[in-house]
């Protein structure tokens, strides 16, 4: 073979072999070349059920009172009529992924149990799911009895900085006069 090919055939290794090590880092690093990051679409599939929405399902509601707090479920089988599923995912960027499922079993038309993985309250999800981290400051609605006692007292108004109490203010009709 010619020297050239033989460089030719070396080029064209290297670049495939470069190629290879770049998208092998991209998966690890989520980035291309450290500036370009590609666009992942976030999927969310099935019905986000908390723990609350769990606490106010009660053994012996019916199928439509637990459709109603839970939302139709995700899964229905026509071979396995006493069970709906609710499963929900989650990949989101800058979070964890999550998954769960939530299993209701019913006899006839009436829900014997739910069974379910501990649940997050919507609080808690919602700050899993929070690519905005800011940090929370709940605002104070009430000062402690030390707070009270370091403020300044009230100043006195003396008598003559008090306000004459106002005359009555007469203003002009709404309407004008049938004369005029």
């Keep these: 073979m010619s020297l050239m ?3 030719g055939r070396g080029i064209a290794l290297a670049a ?4 290879l090590a770049g998208c092998s880092s991209m998966r690890s690093a989520d980035r291309l070349f450290g500036l370009i990051t590609p666009y992942r679409i976030e999927v969310v599939q099935g019905n986000v059920v908390t723990q609350e929405m769990a606490d106010a399902v009660q053994p012996g509601m019916s199928r439509a009172q637990v459709r109603d707090i839970l939302g139709s479920p995700l899964l229905t089988d026509i071979f396995h009529e006493d069970r709906w599923d609710y499963i929900f995912t989650i990949r ?7 998954q769960r499922r939530v299993t209701a079993w ?5 829900l ?3 069974e379910a993985p501990p ?3 919507e609080r808690e ?3 899993s799911i929070d690519t905005f981290k800011k940090p929370r400051r709940e605002p104070k609605l009430a000062l402690t009895e030390e707070e009270r ?3 300044p007292a009230p100043r006195p108004v003396p008598p003559e900085e008090a306000a004459p109490p106002a005359a009555p203010r007469s203003y002009p009709p709404l309407e004008p006069s049938a004369g005029g």
């Excluded at 495939?16 to 190629?19: F, K, N, Q, R």
């Design 16 to 19: 495939a072999l470069g190629a």
């Design 5 to 7: 090919i033989r460089w």
């Design 125 to 127: 999800f919602v700050d």
């Design 106 to 110: 019913f006899e006839g038309e009436r």
């Design 112 to 114: 014997v149990r739910l």
């Design 149 to 151: 006692r370091a403020l």
């Design 92 to 98: 989101r960027r800058g979070t964890e992924p999550q």
């Design 119 to 121: 649940l997050p309250s």
